[in-house]
């Protein structure tokens, strides 16, 4: 599984382009766009080395993968950018090849999702301590798109989303709804007009609006952690139970996570119910 760049063409690996000059046949997602891009590297493949296996004909392709590996060919997947199976196809073809017994190997490399988190600048802090959850694309329809954004609202890590040009404005303003929360914006990522801000959800659609351009291209989109609430007390019922059984840290990490509450507040107040 070869991860290709998602922009940039220096974002390849050497290990990557060692692979990709070896392998007997290429698995693609699509075989015009893999056929320029190794060729953008010097490597030349013939049409009959190249094997087209994209999310129409993924289980099938993997059969003809599996029959080539077999043969003891060398097979290498790319999909058209990033790393596969993450919001492109791969996984099945990955499965099937481990169902029948062969192996698999990884090739790490570019990944829009966690180019996105490095330039959030979100430092770990209570219940989140860095973790996220990746989602991807939103429901196309509004009324599914709406009803996933307020199981956005619940969530308390980093949320990574992507989204297409044609579909970026009705996601501002389903993210609108989130209000203050801060949202980091990547869009064209690697690219000549790599664009990246941080702003607030309700904030995003007239970002957007500032600039055509800004409509124009691939993003991806970081919904930064939901802060807690200062004001609001934190309930100390789950806490004691916790530290009836466990030592003090491993019972504020179990309590943060459970409750959602910032993990320096429920500290104090474990220290607090342990002095009493």
Same mark, same amino acid.
């Given at each position: 599984?070869?991860?290709?760049?998602?922009?940039?063409?220096?974002?390849?690996?050497?290990?990557?382009?060692?692979?990709?000059?070896?392998?007997?046949?290429?698995?693609?997602?699509?075989?015009?766009?893999?056929?320029?891009?190794?060729?953008?590297?010097?490597?030349?493949?013939?049409?009959?080395?190249?094997?087209?296996?994209?999310?129409?004909?993924?289980?099938?392709?993997?059969?003809? #993968?599996?029959?080539?590996?077999?043969?003891?060919?060398?097979?290498?997947?790319?999909?058209?950018?990033?790393?596969?199976?993450?919001?492109?196809?791969?996984?099945?073809?990955?499965?099937?090849?481990?169902?029948?017994?062969?192996?698999?190997?990884?090739?790490?490399?570019?990944?829009?999702?966690?180019?996105?988190?490095?330039?959030?600048?979100?430092?770990?802090?209570?219940?989140?301590?860095?973790?996220?959850?990746?989602?991807?694309?939103?429901?196309?329809?509004?009324?599914?798109?709406?009803?996933?954004?307020?199981?956005?609202?619940?969530?308390?890590?980093?949320? #990574?989303?992507?989204?297409?040009?044609?579909?970026?404005?009705?996601?501002?303003?389903?993210?609108?709804?989130?209000?203050?929360?801060? #949202?980091?914006?990547?869009?064209?990522?690697?690219?000549?007009?790599?664009?990246?801000?941080?702003?607030?959800?309700?904030?995003?659609?007239?970002?957007?609006?500032?600039?055509?351009?800004?409509?124009?291209?691939?993003?991806?989109?970081?919904?930064?952690?939901?802060?807690?609430?200062?004001?609001?007390?934190?309930?100390?019922?789950?806490?004691?139970?916790?530290?009836?059984?466990?030592?003090?840290?491993?019972?504020?990490?179990?309590?943060?996570?459970?409750?959602?509450?910032?993990?320096?507040?429920?500290?104090?107040?474990?220290?607090?119910?342990?002095?009493?």
């Amino acid at each position: 599984m070869v991860a290709t760049p998602i922009g940039n063409l220096a974002d390849i690996t050497l290990r990557a382009l060692h692979l990709l000059q070896i392998a007997d046949s290429v698995a693609c997602e699509d075989t015009r766009h893999s056929q320029t891009l190794l060729r953008a590297y010097g490597i030349d493949k013939t049409a009959a080395q190249l094997l087209a296996v994209h999310q129409h004909n993924e289980s099938e392709a993997a059969q003809i #993968v599996i029959e080539r590996l077999r043969q003891g060919q060398r097979v290498a997947y790319a999909s058209d950018a990033g790393t596969p199976a993450i919001s492109d196809p791969g996984a099945r073809l990955v499965a099937a090849v481990r169902l029948a017994g062969l192996p698999v190997i990884p090739l790490p490399g570019a990944s829009s999702v966690t180019t996105a988190l490095s330039v959030a600048g979100i430092a770990p802090e209570g219940v989140q301590e860095g973790s996220f959850v990746f989602i991807g694309f939103l429901p196309n329809k509004s009324g599914e798109r709406t009803t996933a954004v307020e199981a956005l609202r619940l969530e308390a890590r980093s949320v #990574v989303l992507l989204e297409a040009p044609h579909r970026i404005e009705a996601l501002a303003t389903a993210l609108a709804t989130l209000g203050s929360r801060t #949202v980091t914006v990547g869009r064209e990522l690697t690219k000549q007009f790599e664009e990246i801000a941080s702003i607030s959800a309700e904030g995003l659609p007239a970002w957007l609006a500032e600039d055509a351009n800004r409509l124009r291209g691939e993003f991806v989109l970081v919904l930064h952690p939901r802060p807690g609430d200062p004001s609001v007390e934190p309930d100390d019922r789950i806490l004691k139970l916790l530290l009836a059984e466990l030592p003090l840290k491993t019972a504020v990490k179990l309590s943060a996570e459970i409750t959602g509450q910032p993990r320096n507040v429920l500290y104090e107040l474990a220290l607090r119910l342990k002095k009493d």
